[in-house]
């Protein structure tokens, strides 16, 4: 089974900051990668499909990157409402094998 | 407005049964793929299983196969999940969720608020 890694477990950065977020996966997914944002206590939203694709109603400060096995999630502006963890998810394998990675929580510092 | 609302969970003991049941609004529901996603307090997110469009074809993760069976009606807009010999390592949170198209295996959005099952003795 392929694995997803995400690094690091957890981050404290200031508001306005440049924030990145890896996901690695153990094998080359193509572009099959999805990630969302969970605030606490809130369910799970989605933010990005296939690595790159913003999903409709969410801030452009928000990007994804990367193909094969190597992904990223960018928060271009840290703002204090992006206090939440963000998980990767690979899908779309033969058969469907949906995996998430461990999540990384991000707080303010 | 799209809405997925589970219900049924509860506490049951370990070995014992539950069924959930999502019930959908907002969208034609046999356009579409459904999974069940599950979160254990304080951890991450884990598949469970999902479903195509007519329940033709099902997927389970290794950790619930053969114990749990996915379904749904589309008469009445709601998915189900059949859980069987429970055990104290699904004690979680069980969201349904749906699929951008009218198999499975893809992203999921929306995400219903989710039904807790506690498996204690």
């Known amino acids: 089974d392929i694995q997803m890694t995400q690094s690091p477990s957890s981050l404290s950065a200031s508001v306005g900051d440049r924030v990145t977020i890896t996901c690695r996966a153990s094998?080359?997914?193509?572009?099959?990668l999805a990630w969302y944002q969970q605030k606490p206590g809130k369910v799970p939203k989605l933010l990005i499909y296939a690595a790159s694709t913003l999903q409709s109603g969410v801030p452009s400060r928000f990007s994804g990157s990367g193909s094969g096995t190597d992904f990223t999630l960018t928060i271009s502006s840290l703002q204090p409402e992006d206090v939440a963890t963000y998980y990767c998810q690979k899908y779309n394998s033969a058969p469907p094998s949906l995996t998430f990675g461990g999540g990384t929580k991000v707080e303010i510092k | 407005e799209v809405q997925l609302v589970e219900s049924g969970g509860g506490v049951v003991r370990p070995g014992g049964s539950l069924r959930l049941s999502c019930a959908a609004s907002g969208f034609t529901f046999d356009d579409y793929g459904m999974s069940w996603v599950r979160q254990a307090p304080g951890k991450g997110l884990e598949w469970v299983s999902g479903i195509n469009w007519n329940g033709g074809s099902t997927g389970y993760a290794d950790s619930v196969k053969g114990r749990f069976t996915i379904s749904r009606d589309n008469a009445k807009n709601s998915l189900y999940l059949q859980m069987n010999s429970l055990r104290a390592e699904d004690t979680a949170l069980y969201h349904c969720a749906r699929d951008p198209g009218s198999y499975w295996g893809n992203w999921f959005d929306p995400w219903g608020q989710g039904t807790l099952v506690t498996v204690s003795s």
């Open positions: 094998q080359g997914i193509s572009n099959y």
